[in-house]
């Protein structure tokens, strides 16, 4: 129970009685209970799941050390006269994760404070299960890729890629995909967030892979990019440019290091070799029980100045992107283990020709 411990910390430090959670996100990472239709609300001494009853009798059964409450019709309803219950006066809601109806619906007799981002610090510091659950489900990722790597060939399409890969991840034992897969062959994969498309692979052309896997409710992110055929030398510079780049800026990864010397190392590097203006996006993002989460690696912006902290996990993933031509990308999740980087895949960042 050290998350809802952090939690009743938070609500002293902001001065609230008690704190509601809607966001089914948020909602995991407090219980570890999984239902399109859940709510937490966490007080000074105590802490409650609500959901209805197609939820209740599993949540009941699973949930150790948690009072579970059945929504019965109206769910703010049921928030109401359990926050009465607990005699709360000043509650917090997440001020970025609600609609604005859900927000105009907020009443009851209570002076409803809005948070944003209420619990990303402390979801960025992973406890060592949560790192051990990440390493389970990129490992199990790199399996999946490798097997799908060896039935890649000319003519499949994209989509077809993209459905092995699928078909791979629940073989493995994952509930699905973090975020639909990019699967980018040729001119496509100058284009970062390419949608993958029926179109086929081809010899003598890149072929970008950018997938991610739902292990244990957690997420996993990871790109490589292969090459159909003998890779031209103006490839392999890039490429090497790319995982050069990688691998300075995870040197840089250390406790007490800013993040926006990861980026601008990797940034610098790219620059240095001639292709800084094809380098288009930052160079990382926390990740963990959403694919996108704080902080977000880069030279500029709100997250610039955040300090590298043991028990962080995000992205390091570089990239040159030569439009109407071909593009690089590299990634791989870094846990910050030990007060330096450990990168959680075991596939080599080396220059695949297939």
């Not at 859940?38 to 009853?53: C, E, I, W």
């Not at 928030?79 to 997440?94: D, M, Q, T």
């Not at 639909?180 to 692979?201: D, F, L, M, N, Y």
Request: charged share 30%; net charge positive.
């Amino acid at each position: 129970m050290k998350r809802i411990e952090r939690v009743q910390a938070l609500l002293k430090e902001k001065g609230l009685q008690a704190f509601l959670f809607s966001s089914q996100p948020n909602v995991f990472y407090l219980s570890g209970f999984r239902s399109s239709h859940a709510y937490v609300v966490v007080g000074r001494d105590s802490h409650y799941l609500l959901t209805d009853s197609r939820y209740y009798e599993k949540a009941r059964s699973t949930l150790k050390g948690w009072d579970v409450v059945l929504i019965e019709g109206n769910a703010l309803k049921a928030i109401y006269g359990l926050l009465k219950k607990l005699k709360a006066s000043r509650v917090g809601y997440e001020e970025d994760r609600v609609s604005c109806e859900f927000r105009r619906r907020l009443r009851g007799g209570f002076n409803w404070v809005g948070i944003p981002s209420f619990l990303k610090k402390l979801r960025a510091i992973k406890e060592r299960e949560e790192i051990e659950t990440l390493r389970e489900g990129v490992r199990a990722s790199d399996r999946v890729y490798l097997r799908v790597l060896e039935r890649i060939r000319e003519g499949l399409t994209e989509l077809e890629v993209r459905s092995l890969l699928v078909s791979e991840f629940f073989k493995e034992g994952a509930l699905g995909e973090s975020f639909p897969a990019i699967v980018a062959g040729g001119e496509g994969s100058a284009i970062p967030h390419w949608e993958t498309s029926s179109r086929k692979i081809k010899k003598g052309e890149a072929l970008l892979i950018d997938m991610g896997l739902l292990w244990k409710g957690y997420c996993t992110d990871f790109t490589r990019t292969v090459y159909l055929g003998r890779a031209s030398s103006e490839f392999r510079k890039v490429y090497d440019t790319v995982k050069d780049a990688h691998l300075f800026a995870l040197e840089k990864v250390k406790v007490g290091k800013k993040v926006s010397e990861i980026d601008k190392t990797a940034r610098e590097y790219i620059r240095k070799k001639g292709f800084g203006k094809f380098f288009n996006h930052s160079t990382g993002h926390g990740v963990g029980v959403e694919i996108h989460e704080f902080p977000r690696i880069y030279y500029k912006g709100q997250d610039k100045d955040v300090v590298v902290e043991e028990g962080m996990v995000f992205t390091i993933e570089p990239g040159i992107y030569i439009n109407n031509r071909f593009g690089v990308r590299l990634e791989n999740m870094v846990a910050v283990v030990g007060g330096v980087g450990e990168p959680l895949s075991q596939v080599s960042l080396d220059l695949v020709e297939v």
